[in-house]
């Protein structure tokens, strides 16, 4: 036995494994993170490249430099830093508040090329011997996979309940026919006509009249209940104020936190009460939406699982400081999809991330130079939001000539969020906008001060669904010092 130790032994200090487990442990490491809910196959091609890719750098670099133990511990490091980037930025940038004031993200960046370029010459440069260093890198990744391996098969139970709730759904459900149609239309960051007046002197209502000539009822003094997109969305669409404590002050807080919101958002009350009802569901956001996939991926929120493995990483975190998102193709898909015509009713969530920062466009819907975000300046705000109103009355006539009878929801997440004064910054981040279509026309059950979390109460009402509660119209401010 003790030969067969010393062996083993000696096979772990003499040759390297572990620059082709990294990648496997990454791709792990987020199926766990985001509780397993991604399909078997969407898996596959990360798998295949993240065990390639280190193979072959190590190969390449035995073969210029013929030094093995060395090129498998640089792979290791390039693999791991550029991998795990995002998670390495959050964690320093979350040890204190003097690191994350000073630490900008381009310095890092910085930081991390030094790193990798310091540790390459000291790997082939030096006189001392690495088996030791090989040996802890080899049993460290082992036992790093293997405990994700292990939450793994945990995980696998939570994927088939939310199995077993679409089977639930399918068995419970109608036809759905002659119902009307509803458009769930969400920009993202847009703050109320009094939260323009009073902070950037800016009349919203030649916007706000023209909806009311259509038809629509505006909410004037409308707030949301949480100041965060994933914590108003979920309250919003679950009728419920969130039982989680959202005073994040860790990346594993934030984390977990997020994961129990985004499963509250994909398994929602209020999409399910309509896929019972007979609705299909035309999902034209950034999350998960019962058995739907996100239409697009934002890399700060919730995208589909190969967009989330890239948003981890340092080459794509460079490349997003210099690109910028498509919005208008959400926009046309839901003017596409409003032309069609078929049996079933159809429910339409479609998640605009206009006026929210970066600001690219002017007014006009030119893009600007930079994509800096400027949010020191009202202006690049003021712009895109007035560019965003062409955009939505745009998509609203078109839905109107198509769907006369349809119920639209024109709302906001949340408020403006970057203002200096910090009072005024924590109680406007909850003004948002709230404009409804009811093609009755009767909006007696509105109120001036109605909140998020409240509605779809009277929509609920008029289709004769399932009654919701009406909930208290307070807000709960979502703190997150972990990034």
């Given at each position: 036995?003790?030969?067969?130790w010393?062996?083993?032994?000696?096979?772990?200090?003499?040759?390297?494994?572990?620059?082709?487990?990294?990648?496997?442990f990454?791709?792990f490491?987020?199926?766990?993170?985001?509780n397993?809910?991604?399909?078997?196959?969407?898996?596959?091609?990360?798998?295949?490249v993240?065990?390639?890719?280190?193979?072959?750098?190590?190969?390449?670099?035995?073969?210029?430099?013929?030094?093995?133990?060395?090129?498998?511990?640089f792979?290791?490091?390039?693999?791991?830093?550029?991998l795990?980037?995002?998670?390495?930025?959050?964690?320093?940038?979350?040890?204190s508040?003097f690191?994350?004031?000073f630490?900008?993200?381009g310095?890092?960046?910085l930081?991390?090329?030094?790193?990798i370029?310091?540790?390459a010459?000291?790997?082939f440069?030096?006189?001392r011997?690495?088996?030791?260093?090989?040996?802890?890198l080899n049993?460290?990744?082992?036992?790093?996979l293997?405990?994700e391996?292990?939450?793994?098969?945990?995980?696998?139970g939570?994927?088939?309940?939310?199995?077993?709730?679409?089977?639930y759904?399918?068995?419970?459900?109608?036809s759905?026919?002659?119902?009307?149609?509803v458009y769930?239309?969400?920009?993202?960051?847009y703050?109320n006509?009094d939260?323009?007046?009073?902070y950037?002197?800016?009349?919203?209502?030649?916007?706000?009249?023209a909806?009311?000539?259509?038809?629509?009822y505006?909410i004037?003094?409308?707030?949301?209940?949480y100041?965060?997109t994933?914590?108003?969305?979920?309250?919003m669409?679950?009728?419920?104020?969130?039982?989680?404590?959202?005073?994040?002050?860790?990346?594993?807080?934030?984390?977990?936190?997020?994961?129990?919101?985004?499963?509250?958002?994909?398994?929602?009350?209020?999409?399910?009460?309509?896929y019972?009802?007979?609705?299909?569901?035309y999902?034209?956001s950034?999350?998960?939406?019962?058995?739907?996939?996100?239409?697009?991926?934002?890399?700060?929120l919730?995208?589909?699982?190969?967009?989330?493995?890239?948003?981890?990483?340092?080459?794509?975190?460079?490349?997003?400081?210099y690109?910028?998102?498509?919005?208008?193709?959400?926009?046309?898909?839901?003017?596409?999809i409003?032309?069609?015509?078929?049996d079933r009713?159809?429910?339409?969530?479609?998640?605009l991330?206009?006026?929210?920062?970066?600001?690219i466009?002017?007014?006009?819907?030119?893009?600007?130079?930079?994509?800096?975000?400027s949010f020191?300046?009202?202006e690049?705000?003021?712009?895109?939001l007035?560019?965003?109103?062409?955009?939505?009355e745009?998509s609203?006539?078109?839905i109107l000539r198509?769907?006369?009878?349809?119920f639209?929801?024109l709302?906001?997440?949340?408020?403006?969020?970057?203002?200096?004064?910090?009072?005024?910054?924590?109680?406007?981040?909850?003004?948002?906008?709230?404009?409804?279509?009811?093609?009755?026309?009767?909006?007696s059950?509105?109120?001036p001060?109605?909140?998020?979390?409240?509605?779809?109460?009277?929509i609920?009402?008029?289709?004769?669904?399932?009654?919701?509660?009406?909930?208290?119209?307070?807000?709960n401010?979502?703190?997150?010092?972990?990034?």
């Amino acid at each position: 036995m003790s030969k067969r130790w010393d062996s083993l032994f000696e096979l772990a200090r003499d040759r390297s494994f572990h620059y082709s487990v990294c990648g496997i442990f990454f791709l792990f490491y987020n199926i766990n993170e985001l509780n397993g809910e991604m399909e078997f196959d969407e898996t596959l091609i990360p798998f295949v490249v993240l065990l390639t890719l280190p193979v072959s750098l190590k190969l390449l670099l035995t073969s210029i430099t013929n030094k093995s133990i060395p090129s498998a511990i640089f792979t290791t490091t390039v693999m791991l830093t550029t991998l795990f980037y995002a998670h390495l930025f959050f964690l320093f940038t979350s040890s204190s508040a003097f690191i994350k004031n000073f630490l900008k993200e381009g310095y890092f960046i910085l930081l991390i090329v030094f790193f990798i370029a310091g540790i390459a010459l000291f790997l082939f440069t030096t006189k001392r011997g690495l088996k030791t260093l090989n040996l802890y890198l080899n049993v460290l990744l082992l036992v790093y996979l293997a405990m994700e391996v292990v939450i793994l098969t945990v995980t696998v139970g939570r994927v088939s309940e939310g199995r077993a709730l679409m089977e639930y759904l399918d068995k419970s459900r109608v036809s759905g026919q002659g119902r009307p149609d509803v458009y769930f239309i969400v920009t993202d960051a847009y703050a109320n006509a009094d939260n323009l007046k009073k902070y950037w002197n800016y009349n919203n209502n030649k916007f706000i009249n023209a909806l009311k000539e259509k038809g629509f009822y505006y909410i004037p003094h409308s707030r949301s209940n949480y100041n965060n997109t994933g914590s108003s969305m979920a309250s919003m669409l679950n009728n419920e104020f969130l039982t989680e404590d959202l005073n994040l002050n860790s990346t594993n807080r934030y984390i977990e936190t997020q994961k129990k919101i985004i499963s509250k958002i994909k398994n929602s009350r209020v999409f399910q009460e309509f896929y019972l009802k007979g609705y299909d569901i035309y999902n034209l956001s950034i999350f998960d939406i019962l058995n739907t996939k996100p239409f697009y991926f934002d890399r700060f929120l919730y995208p589909n699982f190969n967009n989330y493995l890239l948003s981890k990483t340092l080459p794509m975190r460079i490349i997003y400081r210099y690109t910028y998102m498509d919005h208008l193709s959400v926009l046309n898909e839901l003017e596409r999809i409003s032309k069609e015509k078929q049996d079933r009713p159809k429910i339409v969530y479609c998640h605009l991330l206009l006026p929210h920062h970066p600001y690219i466009y002017d007014s006009t819907g030119a893009l600007r130079p930079s994509t800096n975000p400027s949010f020191s300046r009202s202006e690049p705000y003021l712009d895109q939001l007035k560019y965003t109103n062409k955009l939505l009355e745009k998509s609203i006539d078109t839905i109107l000539r198509y769907n006369p009878k349809s119920f639209i929801i024109l709302t906001s997440d949340h408020g403006y969020r970057l203002l200096k004064n910090e009072p005024d910054k924590t109680k406007e981040s909850f003004e948002n906008f709230v404009c409804l279509y009811f093609p009755d026309g009767d909006y007696s059950e509105l109120y001036p001060t109605m909140t998020s979390i409240n509605i779809f109460n009277p929509i609920f009402d008029k289709l004769h669904f399932e009654r919701l509660r009406r909930e208290t119209d307070t807000v709960n401010f979502f703190v997150n010092k972990a990034f």
